[in-house]
T-cell receptor
């Protein structure tokens, strides 16, 4: 398996533009998580899905952020409109419900810069 | 608020030395405590994890020590190597309740000097 795949790896955009980050979880995994990493706040959970259904979006900073999971192999995180304070590395992670290991597998991240 | 507090923020250790990173938590309902390792430009990866029913878990040079009464846990890296240079995150989660959030500490940047 190729692991969790994220695209793009780097994104530079101007304030006010729409940004869409993409994630392909590991095949067979039931859970998908979106995290944001900044120097100031570390790793923050934004939202997670179970079987494509959003379970907890309390970490989504505001209405400018939205996430979807239309099927088991694809998820998007959208920021509209983007602001400079959204600059961060965004990680997607997945795990499966079975088994005793509670491990989340992280993708390589998308480094977002909003000018 | 920060559910898991981690220290130090950065750590420099000589090759062959012991690296120690500490974490503390408040919520006694946490029942799973993993450590993740992150190299520059990569996503975090699970290093080692412990449940609160044991006080210590060892995997190779990496050991988690867990103190349930003090609500603290720590990562010890024995015989630290330059290849261990990375950022380390402690985390806590709930398994019994079925919730799947991982609450991460703020991270410790470890540098092992040759």
């Amino acid at each position: 398996d190729a692991g969790v795949i994220q695209s793009p790896r780097h994104e530079v955009t101007e304030m006010g533009q729409e940004v869409t980050l993409r994630c392909k979880p590991i095949s067979g995994h039931d859970y998908l998580f979106w995290y944001r990493q900044t120097m100031m706040r570390g790793l923050e959970l934004l939202i997670y899905f179970n079987n494509n259904v959003p379970i907890d979006d309390s970490g989504m900073p505001e209405d400018r952020f939205s996430a979807k999971m239309p099927n088991a192999s694809f998820s998007t995180l959208k920021i509209q409109p983007s602001e400079p304070r959204d600059s961060a590395v965004y990680f997607c992670a997945s795990r499966h419900q079975r088994g005793i290991v509670h491990e989340q597998f992280f993708g390589p991240g998308t480094r977002l810069t909003v000018l | 608020q920060q559910q898991v507090k981690q220290s130090p923020q950065s750590l420099i250790v000589q090759k062959g030395g012991i690296s120690i990173i500490n974490c503390a938590y408040e919520n006694t309902a946490f029942d799973y405590f993993p450590w993740y390792q992150q190299f520059p430009g990569k996503g975090p990866a699970l290093l080692i994890a412990i449940r609160p029913d044991v006080s210590e878990k060892k995997e190779g040079r990496f050991t988690i020590s867990f103190n349930k009464s003090a609500k603290q846990f720590s990562l010890h890296i024995m015989d630290s190597q330059p290849g261990d240079s990375a950022t380390y995150f402690c985390a806590a989660s709930f398994i019994q309740t079925g919730a799947n959030n991982l609450f991460f500490g703020t991270g410790t940047r470890l540098t092992v000097i040759p």
